[in-house]
Antibody, heavy 119, light 106 residues
Framework: QVQLQESGPGLVKPSETLSLTCTVSGGGSISSDDWSWIRQPPGKGLEWIGYIYYHGNTNYNPSLKSRVTISIDTSKNQFSLKLSSVTAADTAVYYC????????????WGQGILVTVSS | EIVMTQSPATLSVSPGERATLSCRASQSVSSNLAWYQQKPGQAPRLLIYGASTRATGIPARFSGGGSGTDFTLTISSLQSEDFAVYYCQQNNNWPWTFGQGTKVEI
């Protein structure tokens, strides 16, 4: 059973960089699986931010591409999200997740972390 | 980007009744369509993929149908634990996109 746990600051100031980390445990292998970030503004729908293949290649949502970086740290069994130049519109629950490309879905999710952008 | 539109926004039903949720894509997504259930304070849970295949452990009362641009999720006899928000998601074109959700309430 793959377990995912997000961590990072719950409050970020406008124009700064949001940084989150997802720790993988249980049945997941950071170096052989693919990983993703998805977000959900309060009371709204879900938005796919991007994903990183196990070999390090990435694919980002074009609407966020200029501001997003997803990376992997195999030594810590973690992957990370950086979102620069944040505004209030980036306030959301951020989920780390494991995509299943054979079905085009997410089979494992973290519990989510609320990040508020406010001064 | 493919826009997914779900209807209705809210569906009021009684336990034991049948519920039918709709999802429409702005262009064809073939059968590359999934459904998720989300309860308050929880991450979504995968119900259906490939438009009609139930995910592991999902009860048979959940069924999906459709292809191209029009899809449905049917819950044949609503149980108390089924009251939640349901999202459709296309994975035909990147970025994969979700609908805005249908809330199924008592």
């Amino acid at each position: 059973q793959v377990q995912l746990q997000e961590s990072g600051p719950g409050l970020v100031k406008p124009s700064e960089t949001l940084s989150l980390t997802c720790t993988v445990s249980g049945g997941g292998s950071i170096s052989s699986d693919d990983w993703s970030w998805i977000r959900q503004p309060p009371g709204k729908g879900l938005e796919w931010i991007g994903y990183i293949y196990y070999h390090g290649n990435t694919n980002y949502n074009p609407s966020l591409k200029s501001r997003v970086t997803i990376s992997i740290d195999t030594s810590k069994n973690q992957f990370s999200l950086k979102l620069s130049s944040v505004t209030a519109a980036d306030t959301a629950v951020y989920y780390c997740a494991r995509p299943d490309f054979s079905t085009g879905t997410v089979d494992y999710w973290g519990q989510g972390i609320l990040v508020t952008v406010s001064s | 980007e493919i826009v997914m539109t779900q209807s209705p926004a809210t569906l009021s039903v009684s336990p034991g009744e049948r519920a039918t949720l709709s999802c429409r894509a702005s262009q064809s997504v073939s059968s590359n369509l999934a459904w998720y259930q989300q309860k308050p304070g929880q991450a979504p849970r995968l119900l259906i993929y490939g438009a009609s295949t139930r995910a592991t452990g999902i009860p048979a009362r959940f069924s999906g149908g459709g292809s191209g641009t029009d899809f449905t999720l049917t819950i044949s006899s609503l149980q108390s634990e089924d009251f939640a928000v349901y999202y459709c998601q296309q994975n035909n074109n990147w970025p994969w996109t979700f609908g805005q959700g249908t809330k199924v309430e008592i």
